[in-house]
């Protein structure tokens, strides 16, 4: 029996075993530009059409939920579209993103006053407590809205929606396809960025306290923006936390601007219906105090369009103008 020392002395001379050296994964191919916008496009060609066909198979008159997601995934392929026609270059395919993305917006936009009659209504609700004459325009309102969808909807399912549909069927491949070779996107998205930039800035420079019209317009700038970054943070790049930090921001004024014009279309309602002007007070006064609030922050617009033109720069690579305060 072998003594201690002779078990280590033969641990000692023990020849050792190599240990298998670690081979890293292969690094996945870097994703092109081209690449990050066409899967992005994808998916917002993905969900426009179980948007659309959620509203086409529901059996009559559809759930407000399904009208609005209907219309925000219209937007967002809309802006996507956009976005798209600006990186490619001029011939077929660009005409026929341009067709489509027409399509697509004259489908939502027939969906607006079906969607300003359904909030009022709920609105006018609300101030029916302090002005009872709101509570019959409510009801009235209520009416209109279930006449305009069977007409609306009627008209969108037999006819605008089945050509979109068919549409983004036929130019959605062709489309996918281009953008995968597209070379270099940066400096035609930022070209498009710059423009969405500069329709806010006029917008905000232009906005007086009590114009609810400069309200209603900065509104739908910023709804563009929004969508126009939410498509661009797919795309690669040092710029994606700084849009979505815009995204966050844009969207809070787009909800405080929404709440303005809400009021605006009710007041617009109300006098058609009321003979008393003196009932719509409270109304007025509380747009007027929303309104307030959004002219106050034009600081924090200005903060916000100060980090767009930053972010046009890492898109293009070359530095812009800041937007005065």
């Known amino acids: 029996m072998a003594s201690l020392f002779t078990k280590m002395a033969m641990r000692r001379t023990k020849t050792p075993q190599k240990r298998p050296r670690r081979t890293r994964a292969p690094r996945p191919p870097?994703?092109?530009p081209g690449i990050a916008?066409?899967?992005?496009?994808?998916?917002?060609?993905?969900?426009y059409g179980t948007q659309a066909q959620r509203l086409t198979r529901a059996d009559g008159t559809p759930h407000e939920e399904?009208?609005?997601?209907?219309?925000?995934?219209?937007?967002?392929?809309?802006?996507?579209?956009?976005?798209?026609?600006?990186?490619?270059?001029?011939?077929d395919a660009h005409r026929a993103c341009k067709k489509l993305r027409k399509q697509v917006k004259r489908a939502f936009k027939r969906l607006g006053t079906l969607r300003d009659l359904e909030v009022i209504g709920a609105l006018s609700d609300?101030?029916?407590?302090d002005t009872p004459a709101l509570q019959d325009v409510a009801v009235t309102l209520a009416h209109e809205r279930e006449e305009l969808t069977v007409s609306a909807l009627g008209r969108l399912r037999r006819r605008v929606l089945?050509?979109?549909?068919?549409?983004?069927?036929?130019?959605?491949?062709?489309?996918?396809?281009?953008?995968?070779?597209?070379?270099?996107?940066?400096?035609a998205l930022a070209e498009m960025l710059s423009g969405e930039l500069e329709r806010v800035e006029h917008h905000v420079e232009a906005l007086r306290p009590k114009r609810?019209?400069?309200?209603?317009?900065?509104?739908?700038?910023?709804k563009k923006l929004r969508y126009t970054l939410e498509f661009l943070g797919a795309l690669p790049g040092p710029h994606v936390r700084a849009s979505q930090a815009i995204v966050k921001t844009a969207r809070g004024f787009q909800d405080q601007?929404?709440?303005?014009?809400?009021?605006?279309?009710?007041?617009?309602?109300?006098?058609?219906?009321?003979s008393d002007p003196a009932a719509l007070r409270p109304v007025r006064e509380a747009r007027g105090r929303l309104m307030e609030e959004v002219y106050g922050a034009r600081p924090a617009l200005v903060r916000m369009l100060r980090q767009g033109q930053a972010l046009l720069t890492t898109l293009d690579g070359r530095p812009a103008a800041q937007p005065e305060a």
Not at 257 to 274: C, P, S
């Open 30 to 32: 870097a994703e092109t």
């Open 37 to 47: 916008l066409a899967d992005a496009l994808a998916d917002r060609v993905r969900a």
């Open 66 to 91: 399904a009208v609005h997601d209907f219309r925000v995934a219209s937007r967002r392929l809309a802006a996507a579209l956009q976005a798209t026609t600006a990186v490619l270059p001029g011939g």
């Open 126 to 129: 609300s101030f029916s407590t």
């Open 162 to 187: 089945p050509k979109a549909l068919r549409t983004l069927a036929l130019v959605a491949p062709a489309l996918d396809q281009e953008l995968r070779l597209s070379p270099a996107a940066g400096p």
């Open 212 to 222: 609810a019209q400069g309200f209603h317009a900065l509104r739908l700038a910023m």
């Open 257 to 274: 601007l929404g709440l303005i014009q809400d009021h605006t279309v009710l007041l617009a309602h109300a006098k058609r219906l009321l």
